[in-house]
């Protein structure tokens, strides 16, 4: 049978009902972020890129790239970045709008995931409006989401996921969290994840994926620190039992062979790139670790006829200069320069999606083991003959030793180090 026939029929059976209902016409195969998941574990030692789409043009490349590479993709936007105080044209609530019309345009046929991530829970408070807000992502095409309440302490992480888990689709994919994103500061410990994902556990809740602080930071990493591959390692396979893949937080930052080791001695099956692919879109010099150079002034390098134009990059740095923004608070740029970007020249929006494009089939083909995980998605949808593959874990804790109570007791007992408090939100 081909693969154009076995398309069809996955788009037939493949799309969540809120994507069916948005997008009654379409011919973009957006799906849960459960089926990314399986493919990468079908395929073995294989992550899918999980792309911040910050600007319009960095989506459209990193669909391209997924499509010549013949992956999976995800397509992701933080709280932070299209919350309701973001800090991007791109949101949670345009996000899959975008990607559907991107795909149709470009007649992309692989699958596609929407995912909301780090969906932060800070307080009591955020749990009581998240429990409003969560359905209105889904409502706007959301298919996968993290519940992200890593800021809080164990025990209140975990209750705050319990509390808040009701409101996402059964279908949807599903990240949980521990221990903020903050490079060498309050690393996880096993003892943290196993409480974590054991909790989930004895309330019928199975992640797709958990994200650790494993040494990775978010936006620009100065040096080569970044991802501790031992102690992910350790961790996932502490975990094993529970059959919860590894999502990688603050890839950009590390360079190749760094992250072929997560491919090859980890659980990972998702990697979250974000700041590279903007700086990649606005035309910066970047190296291998996805870090925009800087020169001896400390300034970004705009490599001449890539990217923006020189005259609207020239606006963004004396934007920049006047807000006070350096570094990686360039990502504040997004929002005010989303529209000027997109009013360039057909050529210049091209060479911009085409450079994101580029650096992320190389991602995919040449470092993540992604290539040709499409049919396996299409494969596992068609198999299924739904959207929604079921869970891929069981129920082993037994729920009377995890009442809220018991929740309490058991993570006062839990050593760990939170790290310095501070913004990690993205």
């Known amino acids: 049978m081909s693969v154009n026939t076995d398309f069809k029929r996955a788009l037939r059976t493949g799309r969540p009902p809120n994507v069916v209902k948005l997008f009654p016409n379409s011919k973009a195969l957006i799906v849960s972020g459960k089926y990314i998941d399986l493919a990468m574990l079908g395929k073995g030692n294989a992550i899918s890129m999980a792309a911040n789409g910050r600007n319009h043009l960095v989506m459209r490349g990193v669909l391209q790239a997924a499509q010549r590479a013949n992956s999976v993709i995800i397509i992701e936007i933080a709280k932070s970045e299209g919350g309701a105080n973001a800090y991007c044209g791109v949101n949670y609530w345009n996000i899959a709008r975008q990607v559907d019309a991107i795909c149709n345009e470009l007649s ?7 995912h909301a991530d780090h969906y932060g829970i800070k307080n009591d408070a955020d749990v009581e409006s998240a429990k409003i807000e969560i359905p209105t992502l889904f409502e706007a095409g959301m298919t996968s989401i993290a519940i992200d309440a890593s800021h809080r302490p164990d025990d209140e992480n975990l209750l705050s996921s319990l509390k808040l888990y009701p409101f996402v689709p059964e279908w949807a994919g599903f990240e949980t969290e521990v221990g903020e994103i903050k490079g060498k500061e309050g690393m996880s410990t096993v003892e943290e994840a196993m409480f974590l994902i054991q909790g989930l556990n004895a309330y019928n809740i199975f992640p797709n994926w958990i994200a650790l602080n494993n040494g990775s ?76 150079r800087l020169d001896d002034d400390g300034s970004f390098v705009k490599v001449k006829g890539e990217g923006a134009t020189g005259e609207i990059w020239a606006e963004m740095v004396a934007y920049a200069k006047d807000k006070g923004l350096k570094g990686g608070n360039y990502k504040k740029l997004n929002l005010p320069f989303e529209n000027k970007l997109l009013g360039q020249p057909k050529e210049i929006r091209e060479r911009m999606a085409k450079r994101v494009e580029d650096f992320v089939y190389n991602m995919l083909a040449n470092v993540l083991n992604a290539r040709d995980t499409a049919p396996l998605a299409v494969d596992l949808i068609l198999k299924a003959g739904s959207y929604d593959p079921g869970t891929k874990a069981e129920r082993i804790e037994n729920p009377d030793d995890w009442t809220p109570e018991k929740i309490v007791r058991k993570a006062a007992s839990i050593t760990s180090d939170k790290g310095p408090e501070g913004d990690f939100d993205d």
């Open 108 to 114: 992309i046929t692989i699958p596609v995931a929407l």
């Open 217 to 292: 930071t978010h936006g620009i990493e100065a040096s080569d620190k970044g991802i501790q591959v031992e102690l992910t390692t350790q961790i996932h396979n502490a975990l094993e039992k529970y059959n919860v893949s590894g999502a990688q937080h603050g890839t950009s930052g590390n360079n190749s062979d760094r992250l072929r080791e997560i491919v090859s001695k980890t659980r990972t099956t998702k990697a979250n790139v974000a700041t590279a692919l903007q700086m990649i879109s606005w035309g910066l010099e970047v190296n291998d670790y996805g870090n925009a």
